[in-house]
C-alpha cells in the first residue's frame, strides 16, 4: 500500500465516522510566533481544543504536513525524519476513550491490514500526588478489542521507559503502563509543567512490532514499547484531553472532554509494508532509486547519505511549494540549511553536479494529491531550490578545500576564527563547518562559539565603517516612509540605465520620509520624454508588484557572478548583502545595499518626478516623489 492510498483510506474511514475533512494549515503559521514551523496536526487547531467553537462541527479529520527540524541530527536512522505527515482526528466535546480506541484499531487493522498480533499500546499509569487515577479506562477497552480480535493482551506495569529497558516484555504482555513522561500530554510536557489552566491528560500510544531480530540489546537495553530500539515504532497516539490545571496546580476534570489523535502517515505505511525502514515507502523509494542511478551507489551501503537527502529535499519542497525563499533569516534559513545539507550529502554520494533538477519532479510528484490551499507556489518551487543549489554550489568547493587547507595547516585543530572565514568569505555557514569537522574528525578549540562570536561582530563593525560610502547623505532614517523612497530610489537608477544609458551609476543620494534626492552622471539635461520614460518604467515596476528580496554573498560571487550593482568594491567587506527586485534570475535591480527596503514594489504608491537639474558638471540630480 502507498502513502496516497493510507492517507486517503484515512479521510474516508474519518468521513464514514462523522467527521468532517478540514483544510491543512501551511506550515508557516502567521499567528503563531512561537515556532518555525506546523510540527504536529494538533497545532493549528490548539484554539478549538482549548474551547472556541469550529465552524466545521465537534468531528475533525485532516492530513496536516509537519516540519520538526529538532530531530535533524538523528536523521539518518530507520525512522527520524524532519518532514512528515501527521494523520489527524478530533473529538470537540464529542465521543471519548471507547469510540477513539475501537475506531482506530478497526482503521490498523481493517482498512490498512496490519496484523493485530503486532500491535501493543501503551496507557498512563496515574499520578498519586495529583490526585490523577490509572487510566484503567482505555486499558480495559484496549483488553476488549484484542480479546474480540482474538489477541491476548495482559497489562505490564512498567512505570518509567528506564525500569523498561531492564525488564523487557514478559509473554502475552501487550499493553504497558508509563509514567507522564511516555503517556501524559500537556503544552508543558509532563505533570509537572503543565500549564494552569490548560487542558491536559493521559494519552494512549500504539506501536507496531517490527520484530525481535531488530532490537540491539547492547545499545538500548531490552525491547519493550517505549524503547529507543528499532524494534517498535509507535505509529499513532490518542491523547484524552480530560483535566485542567487549577490555580492552586491541582488538576480537575473537564466538563467537556477532547480527543486529539495524531498518527504518522510515513509510519503507518511503512508497518502496512512490513518495513522499519520508512525510506522505503513510496514517499521516499523513487528518490532513493533516483539517487543509486545518479550516484551509482547501492543504498543499503550509503543509507545515511540517501536518507538525509530524501528527507531534506521532500522539506525543501514543500516548503518552497508554499511560497518561502532561502535566506539567512528565521524559516529561509532553516530552508537553506535543508538545501545545502542534502547538497553536501550528494558529495559524499560523489554526486558533484547540479542533481535537484531530477529530483525535485520526483517529490512533487509524490505530493500531487496535497491540496493546492497549502502549496500555493508548485510550479516555481523548482526554480527556487535550483537557484539555491546554483548559488551553494559555487561556494561550495571553495569552502570545503578551504576547510581541509585549514585543518592541514593547524594540525586538525580549528578555531572560531576559522569558522568565520569560511562562512565570510566562502559562504559556508557555521552549523555546516562544524558537522563536516565532525565528519572528518577534525577538532574543534574549546571556546569556538565565542572566537566565531568575536569575529563575526568585529565584521559587522567594519560593514557599518564601509557602508557609510554607500550612499552620499544616506538615509535620513528608518521609517517606514523613508524605506519606501530608499527602494523607489533602486527601481529609479534601473529605469535611467535601461532607457537613458546603461553606463549611469549612482554618484550619491538623499532621502527623506517626503522625497528621494537622487545625482547620477550625465551629460545632457534630460528632455520632457526621458523623464516621462523614465517615471512611467518605474510606476510600472510599482503596479508589477514585484518581490524585494536580499541575501548575503561572498564579495566576489556578488560582483562576478550575480553582478550586483556597485561602486565601492575596494571598500566593501568580504561579506556583503546584495538586494534584488523582481526575478532573481533576470532582475530589475540588483544592488550592494545596506537596507532597509520594503518587501516587495506594490506599496511604493505613484512615482513622480519633480524636478530635474544640474548638480556639478557631468552629473545630474533628480527629485522624486510618491504619492
Known amino acids: ?373 497549502i502549496l500555493t507556489h508548485r510550479e516555481s518551487a523548482l526554480d527556487v531550490l535550483l537557484k539555491e543549489e546554483r548559488t551553494f554550489r559555487f561556494t561550495l568547493n571553495k569552502g570545503l578545500k578551504e576547510l581541509d587547507k585549514i585543518a592541514h595547516k593547524t594540525d586538525n585543530l580549528l578555531s572560531g576564527y576559522d569558522l568565520f572565514k569560511l562562512q565570510d568569505t566562502y559562504g559556508f555557514p557555521l552549523e555546516l563547518s562544524i558537522e563536516e569537522c565532525y565528519r572528518k574528525d577534525i577538532k574543534l578549540t574549546e571556546n569556538y562559539r565565542e572566537e566565531f562570536e568575536k569575529a563575526l561582530k568585529e565584521q559587522r563593525e567594519r560593514s557599518q565603517t564601509a557602508s557609510k560610502g554607500m550612499f552620499k547623505g544616506g538615509l535620513e532614517d528608518h521609517g517606514e516612509q523613508t524605506v519606501k523612497y530608499h527602494t523607489a530610489c533602486h527601481l529609479l537608477l534601473a529605469a535611467l540605465q535601461k532607457h537613458i544609458s546603461p553606463d549611469i551609476v549612482q554618484k550619491g543620494s538623499n532621502i527623506t520620509a517626503d522625497r528621494v534626492r537622487f545625482d547620477f552622471n550625465l551629460d545632457h539635461k534630460m528632455t520632457p520624454e526621458e523623464l516621462e520614460k523614465v517615471e512611467n518604467q518605474v510606476n510600472e515596476w510599482i503596479s508589477d508588484n514585484l518581490p524585494v528580496v536580499h541575501d548575503e554573498y561572498d564579495k566576489t560571487y556578488a560582483r562576478d557572478t550575480l553582478h550586483a550593482h556597485g561602486q565601492f568594491w575596494d571598500k566593501y567587506p568580504e561579506q556583503l548583502t546584495v538586494y534584488t527586485i523582481g526575478d532573481f534570475d533576470s532582475p530589475i535591480s540588483r544592488e550592494v545595499c545596506g537596507g532597509p527596503h520594503v518587501e516587495n514594489t506594490g506599496v511604493l504608491g505613484k512615482f513622480k518626478i519633480t524636478k530635474e537639474e544640474s548638480s556639478s558638471a557631468g552629473v545630474r540630480r533628480i527629485k522624486a516623489i510618491l504619492e
Open 1 to 373: 500500500m502507498n502513502a496516497n492510498e493510507v492517507r486517503q483510506k484515512f479521510l474516508d474511514f474519518q468521513v464514514k465516522h462523522g467527521h468532517k475533512i478540514i483544510q491543512p494549515a501551511p506550515l508557516v503559521l502567521e499567528d503563531d510566533p512561537t515556532t518555525l514551523f506546523t510540527g504536529s496536526g494538533m497545532q493549528p487547531l490548539l484554539p478549538y481544543l482549548l474551547g472556541k467553537p469550529h465552524k466545521d462541527g465537534t468531528r475533525l479529520t485532516d492530513s496536516q504536513p509537519c516540519v520538526r527540524l529538532q530531530d535533524i541530527e538523528d536523521v539518518g536512522d530507520p525512522r527520524h525524519t524532519t518532514v512528515f505527515e501527521m494523520l489527524g482526528n478530533w473529538s470537540l466535546g464529542d465521543y471519548f476513550k471507547k469510540e477513539q480506541i475501537r475506531n482506530f484499531f478497526e482503521f490498523l487493522t481493517k482498512e490498512i491490514g496490519l496484523d493485530p498480533n503486532k500491535i501493543f499500546v501503551t496507557c498512563f499509569i496515574g499520578d498519586e500526588k495529583y490526585g490523577i487515577p490509572k487510566d484503567t479506562e482505555a486499558a480495559e477497552i484496549w483488553q476488549e478489542v484484542f480479546s474480540e480480535a482474538g489477541v491476548e493482551a495482559k497489562i505490564a506495569e512498567i512505570g518509567s521507559a528506564k525500569h523498561g529497558d531492564e525488564r523487557g516484555i514478559k509473554d502475552g504482555e501487550r499493553i504497558f503502563f508509563y509514567d507522564d513522561h511516555e503517556n501524559w500530554w500537556s503544552r508543558g510536557g509532563g505533570i509537572e509543567s503543565t500549564p494552569l489552566g490548560d487542558p491536559c491528560g493521559p494519552d494512549s500510544e500504539v506501536f507496531y512490532d517490527f520484530g525481535e531480530d531488530k532490537q540491539d540489546v547492547e545499545k538500548y537495553g531490552k525491547s519493550h514499547p517505549a524503547s529507543d530500539g528499532a524494534r517498535f515504532m509507535e505509529i499513532g497516539n490518542q491523547v484524552f484531553m480530560q483535566y485542567r490545571r487549577k490555580e492552586d496546580g491541582t488538576f480537575e476534570e473537564l466538563e467537556k472532554k477532547n480527543v486529539d489523535f495524531g498518527g504518522g502517515l510515513e509510519r503507518i505505511t511503512a508497518a502496512s509494508i512490513g518495513s522499519f525502514d520508512v525510506f522505503k515507502i513510496s514517499l521516499m523509494k523513487p528518490i532513493i532509486d533516483k539517487l543509486e542511478e545518479i550516484s551509482g551507489k547501492n543504498y543499503d551501503n550509503n543509507t545515511d547519505e540517501m536518507r538525509v537527502i530524501a528527507d531534506h529535499i521532500r522539506g525543501a519542497y514543500l516548503l518552497a511549494a508554499q511560497g518561502l525563499t532561502p535566506s539567512n533569516k528565521t524559516q529561509g534559513y532553516a530552508m537553506r540549511r535543508l538545501v545545502r545539507r542534502a547538497i553536501l550529502r550528494a558529495l559524499d554520494l560523489g554526486i558533484s553536479a547540479n542533481f535537484l533538477s531530477e529530483i525535485i519532479p520526483i517529490v512533487a510528484e509524490n505530493y500531487r494529491e496535497l491540496p493546492d490551499s
